[in-house]
């Protein structure tokens, strides 16, 4: 069983930034790709960012390319997701998720989820 455990979610003005992360259970952490979702109240679960299982690739929506950044250090079960230039339209509960291949990436499965932490921008 695996159990992901999101924190650093907060309250910050527009153009600021955060840094979540996303500690893993598991002895096989680094054997598979991690990814960030965001919801927004009313919405659907969106992909935000993904990352392959050794880091040497990364994938993100559209909407944060060029803001956010995804990181992991296997060494320590933990996957970040650094936002930058933070938007209101940024505001959602932020998940972090492992998918079963190494790849990853927006088109994946995703079989492991957390709990989410909540990301709240204010303008």
């Known amino acids: 069983q695996v159990q992901l455990v999101e924190s650093g979610g907060g309250l910050v003005q527009a153009g600021g930034s955060l840094r979540l992360s996303c500690a893993a259970s598991?002895?096989?952490?680094?054997?598979?790709?991690m990814g960030w979702f965001r919801q927004a109240p009313g919405k659907e679960r969106d992909f935000v960012a993904g990352?392959?299982?050794?880091?040497?690739?990364?994938y993100y929506a559209n909407s944060v390319k060029g803001r956010f950044t995804i990181s992991r250090d296997n060494a320590k079960n933990t996957v970040y997701l650094q936002m930058n230039s933070l938007k209101p339209e940024d505001t959602a509960g932020y998940y972090c998720?492992?998918?079963?291949?190494?790849?990853?990436?927006?088109?994946?499965?995703?079989?492991?989820w957390g709990q989410g932490t909540q990301v709240t921008v204010s303008s």
């Open positions: 598991g002895r096989t952490f680094s054997n598979y790709a």
């Open positions: 998720a492992r998918s079963p291949t190494s790849w990853g990436g927006p088109r994946a499965v995703y079989d492991y």
């Open positions: 990352i392959n299982w050794s880091g040497s690739s990364t």
